[in-house]
T-cell receptor, first 116, second 113 residues
Framework: AQTVTQSQPEMSVQEAETVTLSCTYD???????LFWYKQPPSRQMILVIR??????QNATENRFSVNFQKAAKSFSLKISDSQLGDAAMYFC?????????????FGKGTKLTVNP | NAGVTQTPKFQVLKTGQSMTLQCAQD?????MYWYRQDPGMGLRLIYY???????DKGEVPNGYNVSRLNKREFSLRLESAAPSQTSVYFC????????????FGSGTRLTVV
């Protein structure tokens, strides 16, 4: 079974600085998708960024980028120029598109605090 | 607005009571899911439905039942609530091979006393 590990229960960063959240996963599949979701205090789950495993290029969305290391099964999220609104829980998730249903497997989350 | 609608948003139950959490999506998605979120545990899959008329167990199905009433609706039932079922419950839906991942509902905070 696939597993997703987020080794940092909590992280903090100064406003305008850069922070990296770690995520590793375990799978025997070669074709899969990886996601980072943000959950602010409102509880809403918001997709931040996604990566397809067959793409070697790291995904980027504005201030958010990933470092995808397929061989190492690592998928870290870098937040540049951190803003107060980035404070939230961040969840790494894995999805195997094969099979009958495309279930997401989530890590336990990292709580990010942004200090002014 | 298109999306996933969950009701209720908050609920307090007494141990042994039953209730049904409702979920509906209007995006014509095939797959629907129920997750629970507990502090320090992330989101864990309770049940999912890959298509209308089919349901399957996820990681933590004990104490729950589900019904995929039609393509739009996927309900989660607690027959005899227990304090261990105190959690935040999320419904989600997805289209096959949709790179956007899931669309989530806003969650239901359930407290069992």
């Amino acid at each position: 079974a696939q597993t997703v590990t987020q080794s940092q229960p909590e992280m903090s960063v100064q406003e305008a600085e850069t922070v990296t959240l770690s995520c590793t996963y375990d799978t025997s599949e070669s074709d899969y998708y990886l996601f980072w979701y943000k959950q602010p205090p409102s509880r809403q789950m918001i997709l931040v960024i996604r990566q397809e495993a067959y793409k070697q290029q790291n995904a980027t969305e504005n201030r958010f980028s990933v470092n995808f290391q397929k061989a190492a099964k690592s998928f870290s999220l870098k937040i540049s120029d951190s803003q107060l609104g980035d404070a939230a829980m961040y969840f790494c998730a894995y999805r195997n598109p094969q099979g009958g249903s495309e279930k997401l497997v989530f890590g336990k989350g990292t709580k990010l605090t942004v200090n002014p | 607005n298109a999306g996933v609608t969950q009701t209720p948003k908050f609920q307090v139950l007494k141990t042994g009571q039953s209730m049904t959490l409702q979920c509906a999506q209007d995006m014509n998605h095939n797959s629907m899911y129920w997750y629970r979120q507990d502090p320090g545990m992330g989101l864990r899959l309770i049940y999912y439905s890959a298509s209308e008329g089919t349901t399957d167990k996820g990681e933590v199905p004990n104490g729950y039942n589900v019904s995929r009433l039609n393509k739009r609706e996927f309900s989660l039932r607690l027959e005899s609530a227990a304090p261990s079922q105190t959690s935040v419950y999320f419904c989600a839906s997805s289209r096959d091979r949709d790179l956007r991942g899931y669309t989530f509902g806003s969650g239901t905070r359930l407290t069992v006393v």
